[in-house]
């Protein structure tokens, strides 16, 4: 068991999310008990995951996607109630980081993603956009297959680029715009997880594979990360709980 606090000031020491101007607060959003014995992570705080943390007897969970996004409707009805009355009711903390879960060099979704896809040598490219080597030479067909596998969702490839694929670039989540930066490196192949109507044109006018490979699928990896290593670091519980999203 570990103290709520101990837990966020390691958190905060880990993600350092004063570095980063984001669209969420992040850290604590919704205080509940304060000692933890057993956190839930998982992707996005949804209803479906905040019903499975108090099925498994949950006092943390933790996000990527918390609440409180800058520009929405401040009020606190329908959906947003409903959720944060389940939070309240079974004396659950939320914690959710954002941008910082993103970036971290050990933790973060970028990071992480590269472990998942055996990309070789990952490194930072520019801002958020990471890059690095593929084990060998893919077609831009194999490449997709692999993604399929490893990520359990059949990505999109749009774009005309090189025969055989080898230095790739990625940013998980809604990073698409982000393509540019990648062509600019002179990457065979750029990863996120969603696409836009200017994705396609851009890739095939600038010669580059450009795979979406799901918004929720390619982030599944930064909080999980966090959780095992706060698991070892405290001697509590932790599971992450998969409430699958096809997006």
């Known amino acids: 068991m570990a103290t709520r606090d101990s837990i966020l000031a390691k958190l905060n020491e880990w993600l350092q999310p004063e570095n980063f101007q984001d669209y969420c607060p992040n850290g604590l959003q919704v205080e509940g008990k304060g000692d933890v014995k057993t956190i839930i992570t998982g992707v996005t705080a949804s209803r479906a995951l905040i019903e499975a943390a108090i099925a498994a007897n ?13 520009g929405e409707d401040q009020r606190i009805q329908g959906m947003k109630r409903d959720r944060l009355k389940l939070l309240l009711d079974n004396d659950i903390n939320l914690v959710a980081y954002h941008l910082p879960l993103d970036d971290h060099p050990t933790y973060g979704n970028n990071r992480q993603l590269a472990d998942v896809l055996g990309i070789q040598n990952p490194r930072p490219l520019n801002g958020l956009v990471w890059e690095g080597e593929l084990q ?8 997709g ?34 393509i540019n930066t990648a062509i600019d490196a002179g ?4 990863i996120s997880g969603e696409i836009s109507e200017p994705t396609t044109h851009t890739a095939r006018e600038c010669g580059i594979h450009y795979y979406s490979a799901g918004h929720h699928a390619t982030e599944r990896y930064g909080v999980k990360a966090v959780g095992d290593a706060l698991e070892k670091e ?6 992450f709980i998969d409430c699958d999203n096809p997006v």
């Open 234 to 239: 405290f001697g509590v519980i932790h599971r």
């Open 145 to 178: 297959v692999y993604i399929a596998g490893a990520l359990h969702r059949e990505p999109l490839r749009v774009g005309d680029g090189k025969a055989d694929v080898r230095k790739v670039g990625w940013c998980t989540g809604a990073a698409q715009g982000f």
């Open 58 to 70: 949950a006092d943390m969970v933790i996000v990527h996607h918390g609440y409180f996004w800058k």
């Open 136 to 143: 060998e030479a893919m077609s831009p067909e194999q490449l």
């Open 187 to 190: 990457l065979d192949a750029y």
